[in-house]
């Protein structure tokens, strides 16, 4: 059974920065896309990140190009977000998802696993 367990998330001034982590386990991590999703209070779950499995190439919602930036860990079957110069709009659960084969990834419904999610909420 797929596990995907998120942390790192916290409280943080605007400005300050974050780095997520999601530790998975379950499936064979290098056949798999992982995208890291987020849901703010009242809205609907947004694609934030993604990257392939096969060449590490990467997506990013533009609210966060130049501030957000993931990478990964074969080795330690991790991905990894790291946020920089945060904004109080950047609040939300963060969730990291294993992307389905053919998936977009840009999208919730490409997801085929999801963690639980970890909480980021920014101050002003």
């Known amino acids: 059974e797929a596990q995907l367990v998120e942390s790192g998330g916290g409280l943080v001034q605007a400005g300050g920065s974050l780095r997520l982590s999601c530790v998975t386990s379950?499936?064979?991590?290098?056949?798999?896309?992982i995208g890291w999703f987020r849901q703010a209070p009242g809205k609907e779950r947004e694609g934030v990140s993604c990257?392939?499995?096969?060449?590490?190439?990467?997506y990013y919602v533009g609210s966060v190009k130049g501030r957000f930036t993931i990478s990964k860990d074969n080795a330690k079957n991790t991905v990894y977000l790291s946020m920089d110069n945060l904004k109080p709009e950047d609040t939300a659960v963060y969730y990291c998802a294993v992307i389905d084969v053919g998936g977009n990834c840009r999208e919730p419904g490409g997801a085929k696993y999801w963690g639980k999610g970890t909480l980021v909420t920014v101050s002003s």
């Open positions: 990257i392939s499995n096969s060449d590490s190439s990467t």
């Open positions: 379950g499936f064979t991590f290098v056949d798999y896309g």
